[in-house]
């Protein structure tokens, strides 16, 4: 084995495997076993894709897309999503500024890759989105994390990132709503972060916005909006999360021209185009009005607030109250050092393990995400299950 692994590069030998994945294999090896796990790891609505997205594929299939798409998307996606970047973000990006991608995922890929060199230093707020760590050192970068904590909301201050700038530094990377602590920032807040970057000039920004419409606290705000801010931006965007769209495989972003088209020439030659069935269907997605999705927003709303209480009743748990996305981000310090039904806690890696193989309920720890205190729970889930869920892990820890 360790001959193999020397046959491998050191790029994929450094890589770690993607937490959130393990975690649902492991749920999925369970089940095969027979166990009723409940999965709140994976961070993937359960609703269906609206039936108007739907038939629009259909149409799509009917009228005989099934060609090679252009490298950076159809034409008329792009300024569907143009249009939906002024009308939802009040962002003015023309279609050279726009690239459609293979998922979030791959226009954040894109965009380290043809950002980063080197050493170069890249902020991340802690907790972050697993991926983020590990797509930066792919392309050479090096991840810097800000700590913060359930006592401030999971929130970066302006002081924090003045600190974490060096020379070296690169790109700050963040998102809002945040996934996995469902922490949205306020324009006040972006507006503070915005000017502590006015006296660095040379530091980019990836603004990952997938989680915009799932928004309990009102209106969400971009900080590509500052105009300070908005020649250095990229705005990350896609249709998983709140169309309920994770498997179409659709995500794109705005950015100035001369990224959009290293982005492009980056693609070009890992993947080319998108799907070009899921284009046709995201350019309706991007052309309906947003209240056309506020029944599963709402839903989402009605689930964070039993989960939170639910939580409320077990000793130890503390958590943020989230504004948006659809996961707790509980802090679970508590029961490090302690011995719960012969299972010695160290870490929230143990302690999500444990409950995985005690409760039989699939959570993420939250060292996936830069934070070793927490694990992550997704309220994706039917509130029998959540309900259900809670109920195990206070028999499990109690």
């Excluded at 999965?39 to 005989?64: C, H, M, V, Y």
Aim: hydrophobic share 40%; net charge negative.
């Amino acid at each position: 084995m360790n001959t193999l692994k020397q046959s491998l590069s050191e790029r994929i030998n450094r890589l770690s495997t993607s937490q959130t994945l393990a975690m649902a294999a492991k749920a999925r090896e369970l089940r095969e076993e027979g166990k009723d796990v409940i999965g709140l790891s994976l961070g993937e609505p359960d609703f269906n894709t609206p039936d108007f997205i739907k038939d629009s594929a259909i149409r799509a299939i009917q009228d005989d897309y099934n060609s090679y798409t252009p490298v950076d998307g159809y034409k008329e996606l792009k300024q569907a999503i143009s249009t939906k970047f002024k009308r939802d973000n009040n962002l003015d990006y023309d279609l050279a500024q726009i690239v459609v991608s293979t998922g979030a995922k791959q226009s954040l890929a894109n965009v380290a890759m043809v950002m980063l060199n080197d050493g170069d230093e890249v902020i991340l707020p802690c907790p972050y989105w697993v991926s983020y760590a590990e797509i930066i050192k792919l392309a050479e970068g090096i991840p810097v994390e800000i700590k913060t904590s359930v006592e401030n909301d999971f929130k970066m201050t302006p002081e924090q990132l003045r600190e974490a700038i060096t020379p070296k530094t690169k790109m700050l990377w963040f998102s809002s709503p945040c996934n996995p602590s469902g922490s949205v920032y306020s324009k006040e807040e972006l507006a503070a972060l915005a000017e502590v970057l006015d006296d660095h000039p040379d530091i980019y920004v990836v603004s990952d916005e997938i989680y915009e419409h799932i928004n309990f606290a009102g209106e969400h705000f971009s900080i590509a909006q500052f105009s300070q801010m908005y020649d250095r931006t990229i705005t990350v965007n896609g249709v998983s999360k709140a169309f309920a769209m994770t498997g179409w495989r659709i995500g794109f972003i705005g950015a100035p021209a001369w990224i959009a088209r290293a982005c492009n020439k980056m693609q070009g030659q890992i993947t080319s185009g998108a799907n070009c069935i899921a284009q046709r269907a995201v350019i309706t997605a991007m052309e309906a009005d947003p209240s056309r999705i506020r029944y599963m927003i709402d839903e989402f709303s009605k689930r964070r607030d039993l989960i939170l209480n639910l939580l409320s009743s077990i000793p130890g748990f503390r958590a943020n109250v989230p504004e948006g996305a659809f996961y707790v981000f509980p802090d679970i310090s508590y029961f490090f050092g302690k011995t719960l039904n012969g299972h010695q806690i160290n870490n929230a890696t143990d302690f999500s393990l444990y409950l995985l193989e005690e409760a039989l309920v699939a959570t993420v720890t939250g060292d996936a995400f830069g934070d070793p205190n927490c694990i992550r729970i997704s309220y994706a889930a039917s509130t029998e299950q959540i309900t259900e869920a809670i109920k195990r892990i206070k028999e499990a820890v109690s």
